[in-house]
């Protein structure tokens, strides 16, 4: 399992890159695995301001669908287009073009809260 030390992450199976003020935001790997071969991406809120662990898509595999929580306030400025076509992206390579959306943040203070990848690790038991 991939867990680079670079990033943040949330219990819900988020990650998190920040440059600056603006945080990539996408599912672990773990996750991708749990979920199977996942054939659709939503997301509807580019250009809306989120709090917090508000929903800012799902995620579509072939037996199930998953909420995606945002791990920062902020306003959601970019949604990865290529999931429209290649959803699978997400499943091949989730820390690269499988990343979801990025978040111009409000709080910067909220990435304390975030969890290391060693935490994370000891999270899913890695």
Do not use: R
């Not at 599912?27 to 996942?38: K, M, P, S, V, Y």
């Not at 991406?41 to 669908?65: M, N, Q, R, Y």
């Not at 390579?93 to 304390?112: I, R």
């Amino acid at each position: 399992m991939n867990i680079p030390s670079e990033l943040k992450y949330t219990k819900d199976h988020e990650w998190v890159k920040l440059e600056g003020d603006i945080a990539t935001i996408g599912i672990t790997d773990f996750a991708q695995g749990e979920l199977g071969d996942i054939v659709y991406v939503e997301v509807e809120t580019v250009d809306e301001t989120l709090d917090a662990e508000d929903i800012f898509g799902t995620v579509e595999a072939v037996k199930t669908v998953s909420d995606l929580f945002l791990p920062l306030s902020g306003e959601i400025i970019a949604f990865n287009e290529i999931l429209e076509d290649e959803p699978e992206k997400v499943n091949s390579d989730p820390y690269g073009d499988g990343w979801m959306v990025k978040v111009k943040c409000s709080d910067l203070s909220q990435v304390n809260a975030l969890l290391s990848a060693d935490d994370y690790k000891a999270l899913v038991g890695a």
